[in-house]
């Protein structure tokens, strides 16, 4: 959009007020009933959504948890959590969570391995 015959500002305003994305209509829920104000509109009920497929994907069920633990056992550790194990035995913790964070790329994935990892060693002690 060019801001040829308004200024800037004003045509910023206007796409706030057409986006919707105005942040004190996110504040007020409520309908009153009325045809001004920050309240405005039709008194409605809301219906509930029934939850959609999409909104499950990337959730682990009982079957795929059950299979991953299953090729753990027989798999086994690759070389880079063997490694963080080791560390983790000899109280480098920080290390441990580097070396993860190389190896996995993101910090809270890193924080999640170095936390399972962890609690391996705890089972492995009993």
Known sequence: MHHGEWGHREGALWLLGYC?????????????????????????????????????KGRATKKTKFVRSIIQEVAGQAPYEKRAMELLKNGLDKRALKLCKRKLGTHIRAKRKREEMSNLLREMRR
């Open 20 to 56: 919707g994305v105005c942040p004190l209509k996110k504040m007020v829920e409520a309908r009153a009933g009325i045809a001004v104000g920050l309240a405005k509109g039709h008194i409605v009920t809301k219906k509930e959504k029934k939850e959609r497929p999409a909104n499950r």
